[in-house]
């Protein structure tokens, strides 16, 4: 009978002890689950708030978050009534683009510039073809809330990005961008560069060769043989400064981030228009070619461990080229369109010089997933680069041939 009784009593104790925890689990969930809540809600007040200084219409019905953006924080709002338009909210991430100002008054100037070309050409549904941008109470396209800088602009209904990287919307790029770009061939206003020397070969160079000087963590002896391969290009890969220099070769307003998914089709896969206009800036034209090429035309992922997998794809270089050339060559010069297949060389090889420049620092700059990630990296654009090197024959062929 004492076992029974001892028995009964632990269990007891046990079983009350226990339903304690479980209580004080559930308060404790039930806090967890009240102060996120509370902090959505302070979120959705926020942005309400920050909504109320743009000049929109309609009434807020909802703010959801939008996209994947890497760089900006991005979202939908969507108004009540039928008849009012919803919006795209962004926050500007100034740690990257500092100069706001700046940034803003390039897309101004972009947007409005297609705008008007699109009214000549008397096309329909202009709207949904061009970015349009909300002003501020202040009168500017952007609201400072004292720590974070916002834009708004019209949602585009009924459209869609895609991710797929294949020859055929390699091509509806290509038109494209090609395209973006001979709208602002003649564009009145001078642009600001919105990240300094973002393309500048020669400044990535003296990057990496700081870095060697510095040699930081001690990487530079095991590196030896890509910097001597580096180096010996880089009188050929620095030729755009020069012949810009020797006033022969122009910059031109350039996207400069030229991926697939900066493109919005209509239902039917038409492009509508081109997006992510932060980096729109002064540059060579080889910016937009080469820099899509560097990902879409590789047939390896750009920190891939097995080098057979990296090569470059004359496929969608010609479905690419063929696009651009179609949209471009009204405005091109012959020592541009001569420079393409240097264009698909040059950004593996600048990528492949910031890759090793930032391993030789010690991995500062870019995410790294283990120690020798940046070194793997610079092999791989490596690898691309001699593989575009081995191609530029036939990139040159494909050029003239579609020139006639």
Not at 213 to 233: N, T
Not at 299 to 317: K, Q, Y
Not at 371 to 396: D, G, I, W, Y
Request: hydrophobic share 40%.
């Amino acid at each position: 009978m004492p076992d029974f009784y001892g028995y009964v009593c632990r269990n007891v104790y046990f079983w009350a002890f226990a339903g304690r925890i479980w209580t004080f689990a559930l308060i404790r969930k039930a806090y967890i689950c009240i102060t996120i809540l509370n902090l959505l809600l302070n979120i959705m007040n926020n942005l309400q708030s920050i909504v109320s200084h743009f000049n929109t219409k309609g009434t807020v019905n909802e703010i959801q978050p939008l996209g994947s953006g890497l760089i900006n924080d991005t979202y939908k709002v969507t108004t009540l009534e039928a008849d009012a338009p919803d919006y795209v909210l962004q926050r500007i991430n100034h740690a990257i683009f500092q100069n706001v100002e700046m940034l803003q008054a390039n897309i101004e100037a972009v947007t409005r510039h297609i705008r008007k070309k699109l009214t000549e050409q008397g096309a329909d549904d202009i709207d949904r073809k061009v970015l349009s941008f909300i002003p501020a109470d202040t009168g500017k396209t952007y609201w400072y809330d004292g720590e974070n800088y916002w834009r708004i602009m019209t949602f585009i209904p009924n459209a869609k990005t895609y991710e797929t990287v294949d020859a055929e919307y390699s091509y509806y790029a290509g038109v494209a961008f090609g395209n973006f770009q001979a709208m602002l061939a003649d564009i009145p206003d001078t642009l600001g560069e919105t990240i300094p020397d973002f393309h500048n070969m020669e400044f990535r160079l003296k990057q990496l060769r700081d870095a060697v000087a510095a040699d930081a963590v001690g990487r530079v002896k095991e590196v030896q043989y890509y910097l001597d391969e580096i180096e010996k290009r880089a009188d050929e890969m620095c030729k755009g400064e020069r012949l810009y220099r020797e006033g022969k070769l122009p910059k031109r307003v350039c996207h400069c981030d030229t991926k697939v998914n900066n493109m919005m089709f209509d239902e039917d896969g038409k492009v509508l228009c081109v997006i992510d206009l932060d980096t729109v800036m002064p540059n060579f034209i080889f910016s937009d070619f080469g820099d899509f090429l560097r990902s879409a035309a590789n047939t390896g992922a750009e920190d891939d461990e097995n080098l057979d997998n990296v090569n470059f794809n004359m496929e969608i270089f010609k479905a690419f080229a063929k696009g651009y050339l179609e949209s471009a060559k009204v405005f091109l010069l012959p020592l541009e369109i001569e420079n393409l297949p240097y264009a698909a060389a040059l950004f593996p090889y600048m990528q492949c010089v910031r890759f090793l420049a930032d391993y030789i620092n010690g991995d500062t700059y870019y995410k790294t997933k283990y120690p020798e990630h940046n070194l793997v990296r610079t092999k791989a654009q490596f690898k691309l680069l001699q593989s575009a090197e081995e191609h530029t024959p036939e990139m040159q062929e494909f050029i003239k041939a579609s020139l006639g």
